[in-house]
């Protein structure tokens, strides 16, 4: 199918049932946008060339996806789906296409290749993807004559109470020729019906008998998303299919209706993971760790053996056997050596921590290096940003910084010194130095009796 193939995928509608402002194909699942879902879907068909018309929120579809191998088409007025793809006719070269809502989440590659092939094998025109749901609701009703042939699409909007009694509904996903009859028949579209748009579906009774239909076997994979509803159902249909794929990889989910894992997050197996887990983008988990419960892990990845329960991740690194909370927070950057333990309200940006460091609570790392074996106590910060730029601390190895230290950055804590507990450094300590930043300790006896009057 390679170059002879392109791709329509139309994304120009409003989405009105979403009451949203935003562009319908730009509503995530699962931290994805639904358009990168139908994407995906078409990769594998290695297509000549990927059309998507857009109208609604344009701009913003563009900038979502600028820099991708994809033609954008406008549709400045939304006058239905046919006129979407009257738009696209000038983009398509190939002397076949696909055609497919930006919105189908689920539709799998298999599917649509198989169209691809039934439809050339049998001569159509116009091939399109059909399902049964057990409620067809407002999908348009496949209408076909005695030999199975689909002879005409009616949109529920303007079917009788007989017709609406059909089970097996349009997809929206088409195959098609690029031909003058397909054209022709596109531009000869009417828009008398309930909406008053263009509708796409009425290439069917356009084109019969030259038309074919198959009938997909789990009506799942075609679901589209109209309201916030079919995005919700979307969203647990993947998720379910997700954590099936990864327990039959030998990763425990203890509790699958609180799991929230992005098709890109690979895990590990024997690792186990608590109720209450978020793992997003292109986190990857490594074997025998234990996420959770209550982890949000994003673009982050964990090796061998570690834990992170009640915390937050993003952009992170975590080393083989570390420990990570509960309550500590991982930013862009954060890099956590081998054995080494993040503890309660311990906030890591741009910083490597060495293998064996423990911080084990409230306390701010920010721009540094910490060294193997160092301690840093709790309360301390890293005073990283001076209102301008920011400046990295150097932390050596078995350092042992006290609590309530500040580190006015750029400055360095030499390998085995010590910081005195609630000093602020401004100054390089040597190795295995003391330092001590402090006021010394003055006390008065008797001094608060004699302010009250005793």
């Keep these: 199918m390679e170059n002879s193939l392109d791709v329509v995928i139309l994304a120009a509608g409003k989405g009105t049932r979403m009451r949203s402002q935003r562009p319908k194909v730009l509503h995530p699942i699962l931290g994805i946008p639904l358009l990168e879902y139908v994407l995906r879907a078409v990769r594998p068909l290695s297509p000549r060339r990927v059309i998507a018309v857009v109208g609604h929120g344009a701009d913003e579809v563009r900038k979502a996806f600028a820099g991708r191998d994809i033609v954008f088409v406008d549709q400045r007025e939304q006058l239905g789906t046919g006129h979407a793809l009257r738009c696209a006719r000038g983009a398509v070269g190939a002397p076949r296409f696909l055609v497919l809502p930006g919105d189908v989440p689920l539709v799998p590659p298999d599917a649509l290749k198989r169209l691809v092939r039934e439809h050339a094998s049998r001569g159509a025109i116009l091939s399109l993807l059909t399902f049964s749901p057990e409620d067809p609701g407002g999908y348009g009703r496949v209408l076909r004559d005695e030999a199975g042939v689909p002879r005409a699409i009616v949109e529920a909007a303007d079917a009788s109470p007989e017709i609406l009694a059909v089970r097996e509904v349009n997809s929206g996903i088409y195959c098609m020729e690029n031909a003058r009859e397909l054209w022709d028949a596109l531009e000869a579209l009417s828009n008398a019906n309930a909406q008053g748009e263009y509708y796409l579906t009425d290439l069917v009774a356009a084109l019969y008998p030259r038309t074919h239909a198959l009938l997909w076997d789990d009506p799942a994979d075609l679901t589209g998303v109209n309201t916030r509803g079919d995005l919700a159902r979307a969203e647990w249909l993947l998720r379910k299919r997700i954590v099936a794929r990864l327990q039959e990889a030998g990763v425990t989910v203890v509790d699958p209706h609180t799991a929230y894992i992005g098709p890109d997050v690979v895990v590990g197996e024997d690792t186990v993971l608590h109720p209450g887990v978020f793992l997003y983008g292109r986190t990857e988990i490594a074997a025998a760790c234990e996420i959770g ?21 993003e ?15 991982l930013r862009p950057g954060a890099r956590i050596g081998r054995g080494a333990r993040i503890g309660n309200f311990v906030e890591v940006k741009n910083a490597e921590i060495g293998e064996g460091v423990r911080a084990g609570h409230l306390a701010y790392i920010g721009d540094a290096e910490v060294g193997a074996g160092a301690n840093i106590g709790a309360g301390t910060i890293t005073c990283n940003y001076d209102g301008i730029r920011k400046h990295r601390t150097v932390i050596g190895r078995g350092a042992f910084i006290g609590s309530n230290t500040a580190l006015v950055a750029p400055v360095t804590v030499g390998e085995g010194a010590i910081v005195g507990a609630g000093s602020v450094i401004t100054e390089d300590v040597p190795p295995y130095a003391l330092a001590l930043g402090r006021s010394r300790q003055v006390i008065k006896p008797d001094w608060a009796k004699k302010k009250g009057g005793a």
């Design 293 to 313: 419960p209550q982890a949000y892990l994003v673009d982050s990845v964990v090796e061998d053996g570690a834990r992170i329960w009640f915390s937050v991740l």
């Design 315 to 329: 952009g992170a690194h975590v080393g083989a056997g570390a420990r990570i909370g509960p309550y500590a927070h």
